[in-house]
């Protein structure tokens, strides 16, 4: 069974940082972009950041460049969100997604298999 499972949620203080985990069981990520996304009470699902299957490409939503990085390590099967100077507005339910494409997509409709997500609550 393909599987995606993000973990590393939690509830944190303004300016914390949390690392999440996006685990694959039943496929290896090697050949896979995968994304970041996340959603936040009333409000549409957002990308957030995108890794290519090499790592060699990534990119971040504006709302989130030069606090948040994107990593894989193929080896754990594993890709990392590390988030760094949290704010409120992060706060939302995070999911990763896992694309065929070699190159990170542009449309939310091209990734394959979704995670079920994990929440992320920045408040003091």
């Known amino acids: 069974q393909l599987q995606l499972v993000e973990s590393g949620g939690g509830l944190v203080q303004p300016g914390g940082s949390l690392r999440l985990s996006c685990a694959a069981s039943?496929?290896?990520?090697?050949?896979?972009?995968i994304g970041w996304f996340r959603q936040a009470p009333g409000k549409e699902r957002e990308g957030v950041s995108c890794?290519?299957?090499?790592?060699?490409?990534?990119n971040y939503a504006d709302s989130v460049k030069g606090r948040f990085t994107i990593s894989r390590d193929n080896a754990q099967n594993t890709v990392y969100l590390q988030m760094n100077s949290l704010k409120p507005e992060d706060t939302a339910v995070y999911y990763c997604?896992?694309?065929?494409?070699?190159?990170?997509?542009?449309?939310?409709?091209?990734?394959?298999?979704w995670g079920q997500g994990t929440q992320v609550t920045v408040s003091s």
């Open positions: 039943g496929f290896t990520l090697d050949y896979y972009a």
């Open positions: 997604a896992a694309s065929k494409r070699s190159s990170c997509p542009r449309l939310m409709t091209d990734y394959d298999y």
């Open positions: 890794i290519s299957t090499s790592g060699g490409s990534t």
